[in-house]
């Protein structure tokens, strides 16, 4: 027995050792310092990110009967985007409005900005790389009372979302200066209201119509960069695109430091996606309406677990996402590496982007899995854990039987006077039988010693 809590129990200390090896930030100056041949500048991403997040600190959706007293940081955010972009590219970017969404009781406008490379291509083929850029900086309550938000984080936001930010803002630059070298089209989308219900992901898409849905080949999100980790997820199972971008980042000299996030991150109870009953970790956020729909690429790091939010270090020493402590000052304390992190993202994501054979790679179909979500898999998944576990009860009964049968019991050792015919041999003792010859039925004590008959006449002759 002592064997068998053995084995049941290494599986669990593996996983607790995985989980706790996973805690710690790592070093990514070494393969993306200055001079390492990378297409982007951890230099160019610190000034990025500090310049956006000392000019927008409040980008919060609000509730539109709130703005004219509030004002509305999104939409000012959406403006100074579009500006940089035409700082950066010399092509401004198109702010484009997401109307009314109605989310509960309430109802929030917002803004998308866009900006599109468009290749010298025929295909048509699109590539989406977008990450939400709005914040939960202010109080908002709704002037009936119902309210959205309850409390604001009074945080920049650095990692939610200001390092995606800054990071899609250097690619714009090197897209827009290479887009000869491009075989795809390539929308880059600053989505609005990331933080409410990813509305700006849902209006875009829409925005492209069936055919331009079609034609999207790829959509990349990018969320909370500047954790411990850099993950990229692909789907619940192997694709080509996934295989191909991980080996581009190993024949770039960072494969060792780009990873797909833990199974364990993930929330059975909910679903953000009819394509699967439960969410990944990497899917929270606006990758969850394109999954199923396109391919995707989603790119975050270990700098929270989404469903322990708050000061408390559980899994990484960022995890500070959408807290009061999301700001580029603790970023920097507990991530120093983290411009090297943003750095390694975009090269990523460029390499496998301008490569000629990459769009090729995005159009092929992928195993499909829909099956194993179906109440018949399901049914069938538990007719067989119940068949096997049956199987694996009866094998073990039966060698627990024969290894530990009739060891440890104690049994009487019984002498059998009047022979075992007088006796019960089911009782389990042991006896000893002292007329093995067997007895005469209607005399079990055989002679009188005395001489008496059977009547009870005996001779006594010998006394007188």
Same mark, same amino acid.
């Given at each position: 027995m002592r064997k068998t809590a053995i084995i049941l129990t290494l599986p669990l200390l593996l996983l607790l050792v995985v989980s706790l090896s996973a805690c710690g930030a790592v070093?990514?100056? /070494?393969?993306?310092?200055?001079?390492?041949?990378?297409?982007?500048?951890?230099?160019?991403?610190?000034?990025?990110?500090? %310049?956006? !997040? %000392?000019?927008?600190?409040?980008?919060?959706? !609000?509730?539109?009967?709130?703005?004219? %007293?509030?004002?509305?940081? %999104?939409?000012?955010?959406a403006e100074w985007i579009a500006d940089k972009l035409e700082e950066l590219t010399g092509v401004r970017g198109k702010v484009e409005s997401t109307g009314d969404r109605r989310v509960g009781q309430d109802v929030f406008s917002?803004?998308?900005?866009?900006?599109?490379?468009?290749?010298?291509?025929? /295909?048509?083929?699109?590539?989406?790389?977008?990450a939400h850029y709005d914040n939960l900086y202010a109080d908002v309550m709704s002037a009936s009372g119902r309210g959205y938000y309850t409390l604001g984080t009074k945080a920049e936001g650095a990692v939610g979302n200001g390092a995606a930010v800054a990071v899609m803002l250097e690619m714009c630059r090197y897209f827009g200066q290479n887009a000869d070298r491009l075989n795809t089209n390539v929308d880059f989308v600053f989505y609005g209201m990331g933080c409410v219900d990813y509305g700006?992901?849902?209006?875009?898409?829409e925005s492209l119509g069936e055919s331009g849905r079609e034609n999207t080949i790829l959509a990349v999100t990018l969320d909370g960069l500047g954790g411990d980790e850099l993950w990229m997820?692909?789907?619940?199972?192997?694709?080509?695109?996934?295989?191909?971008?991980?080996?581009?980042? /190993?024949?770039?000299?960072?494969?060792? !430091?780009?990873?797909?996030?833990?199974?364990?991150?993930?929330?059975?109870?909910?679903?953000?996606?009819?394509? !699967?009953?439960?969410t990944p970790y990497a899917l929270i956020n606006e990758s969850s309406l394109y999954f199923g729909s396109n391919n995707i690429c989603t790119v975050t790091s270990g700098s929270d677990f989404t469903f322990l939010l708050g000061s408390e270090k559980w899994y990484g020493s960022s995890d500070a996402e959408y807290t009061s402590a999301d700001t580029l000052a603790t970023l920097e304390q507990n991530n120093p590496g983290y411009a090297e992190q943003m750095c390694i993202t975009a090269d990523e994501l460029t390499c /496998?982007?301008?490569?000629?054979?990459?769009a090729e790679v995005c159009t092929q179909k992928n195993t499909s899995y829909a099956w194993l979500t179906s109440q018949i898999a399901a049914y069938v998944g538990g007719a067989l854990l119940a068949a096997g576990l049956l199987v694996f009860t009866i094998l073990m009964t039966r060698h627990l039987k024969k290894k530990y049968t009739d060891q440890g019991v104690r049994r009487n050792v019984k002498v059998a006077v009047f022979g075992m015919d007088y006796e019960d041999p089911k009782d389990g003792d042991v006896f000893v039988d002292t007329h093995p010859g067997g007895h005469d039925e209607e005399d079990p004590f055989g002679d009188d010693p005395f001489g008496g008959d059977d009547k009870g006449n005996g001779d006594n002759t010998k006394d007188k």
């Open positions: 070093d990514y100056s /070494s393969v993306a310092g200055e001079g390492s041949g990378l297409l982007y500048s951890a230099a160019d991403m610190k000034s990025g990110l500090k %310049e956006f !997040l %000392e000019n927008n600190a409040d980008r919060t959706s !609000l509730v539109k009967e709130l703005k004219p %007293e509030d004002g509305d940081g %999104e939409k000012k955010a917002s803004q998308n900005v866009v900006y599109s490379v468009r290749s010298t291509s025929a /295909s048509g083929k699109r590539i989406v790389i977008g700006g992901a849902e209006a875009y898409r997820y692909f789907d619940e199972t192997e694709t080509a695109h996934g295989e191909f971008m991980m080996n581009i980042a /190993s024949t770039r000299g960072y494969g060792e !430091l780009v990873g797909e996030p833990p199974v364990m991150q993930a929330d059975p109870a909910e679903a953000l996606t009819d394509k !699967l009953p439960y /496998s982007i301008f490569h000629p054979a990459f």
